[in-house]
């Protein structure tokens, strides 16, 4: 005795289905994608409304700064490098004249980085009366180191400070 499918149906039967399982196919993807396509097209619709570019708004005006802000800000902003300046004077000022060779390049550097940091407009006046006290100071090191030391240099750098002192009680007055 032949043996039988376990589903029933013999191989023969099974040709007979594939052309009816796929008109079904036809039939049902025909009838979903009428329902499912305004789903997938809202669906669309939104991601590309949500990524789309958006107007922005314009921006509003900054107020100009005063000179007397814009003093105080690239003040505050070479603080760090001032304070520097400070204690390093003040280290060169205990060493020994033998000895300021190092003191004496720590300040030539800092000077560097006082005449590389930008200042605004209206302070470059202020600017150059506080690098050319510090020159000053540092020519007054080295005069010393020479055994040249005058009473002249001291008083250029005492000049100039008090200049960039008057220059920026000035700028800030407002």
Known sequence: ?????SCGFSPLHIK???PVFLAFLL???TGCSAIIQPKVDAAV?????AIAPTATPEATPTPELTCSELTSQWLAEIGPLVREWDDALAVANS???ISLANPVKDLQRISRSLEEAPAPECAQQAKTYYINYVNAEIDVFI?????EYTDAAMMTASDNYAM???EIRNLTAD
């Open 164 to 166: 960039f002192q008057a």
């Open 95 to 97: 060493t020994a004249r």
């Open 27 to 29: 039939v049902s993807s």
């Open 143 to 147: 005069k010393f180191m020479a055994q």
């Open 45 to 49: 619709q939104a991601t590309l409304t």
């Open 1 to 5: 005795m032949p043996r039988q499918p």
């Open 16 to 18: 007979h289905w594939i």
